[in-house]
């Protein structure tokens, strides 16, 4: 896949999809292509966040360790979905483990260039706000399903 591509598919993403190619390109260009085996971590729960991950190819679980100690997958993400903001964004240890499901291609984005980003397209500040606060709510329709609420 060719930045051309990268661009195409970083356009299908809602946090960019008002953003002008030319500066998508750019973000492209300076973001890097990490491929992840099946199984392999992104990152894991509790590691300090140093970058958000666009995925281009590929499935992958998303993990939070129960009191437990048990793993308990609480999303899946594919092409398209971005993964690691939260740390970055609130300066936090990650919150949950990111593994592949499949081969899993990648833009790794800095916590540098997504900040650069956020300032010169306020609109990408507003789209992580909905994208938040989506995960938000379903989180908590979860914990009350859960709670038999």
């Known amino acids: 896949m060719g930045l051309e591509q990268e661009v195409e598919v970083l356009r299908r993403i809602p946090l960019f999809q008002n953003i002008e190619p030319s500066k998508l390109k750019l973000m492209a260009f300076a973001s890097e292509r990490v491929t992840f085996a099946d199984g392999a971590a992104l990152f894991d729960q509790g590691e300090e ?3 958000a991950y666009i995925v281009l190819e590929g499935t992958a679980d998303v993990r939070v360790t129960a009191d437990s100690g048990e793993p308990i997958t609480v999303a899946q993400v594919a092409s398209n979905d971005i993964v690691g903001e939260i740390a970055i964004l609130c300066n936090v240890p990650r919150t949950a483990t990111v593994v ?14 997504f900040f650069r980003m956020v300032q010169d397209f306020p609109q990408i500040g507003i789209e992580v706000m909905r994208v938040l606060a989506h995960r938000l709510e379903t989180t908590t329709r979860q914990l009350r399903a859960a709670r038999g609420g």
């Open 49 to 51: 966040g140093d970058a």
């Open 100 to 113: 592949a499901t499949s081969e899993l291609v990648t833009l790794k984005i800095t916590k540098e260039l």
